[in-house]
């Protein structure tokens, strides 16, 4: 059975960093992308960013990118998200998924449907 389990989350102080992590069993991690997706309340979820395990490609979404970086261990069966400079809009509950592709084509056709496997999730919250 496959698993992804998110943790990292908390609240921060504006400007703050936080890094989320994402560890995945029941599956051969190294075999597939990882999205990372947020939702914020009675706000549609959105992509964040994927990391590809193909060829190691990152995406990210415009409202982060500069600002977040996505990073893996396969070794630790791991998935990372650095957040930095976080600002309130950034509150949301975050969640990792795979669609067990290798690729981040549906990510960033925001196929969400198509990811099979999610995570709990873990709350981010940004206030001063």
């Known amino acids: 059975q496959v698993q992804l389990v998110e943790s990292g989350g908390g609240l921060v102080q504006p400007g703050g960093s936080l890094r989320l992590s994402c560890v995945a069993s029941?599956?051969?991690?190294?075999?597939?992308?990882i999205g990372w997706f947020r939702q914020a309340p009675g706000k549609e979820r959105e992509g964040v960013s994927c990391m590809a395990s193909s060829d190691g490609s990152t995406y990210y979404s415009d409202s982060v990118k500069g600002r977040f970086t996505i990073s893996r261990d396969n070794a630790k069966n791991t998935v990372y998200l650095q957040m930095n400079s976080l600002q309130p809009e950034d509150t949301a509950v975050y969640h990792c998924a795979t669609d067990y592709s290798s690729n981040c084509i549906r990510w960033y056709a925001s196929l969400e449907s198509d990811f099979g496997s999610w995570g709990q999730g873990t709350q981010v919250t940004v206030s001063p």
């Open positions: 029941g599956l051969t991690f190294e075999y597939y992308a």
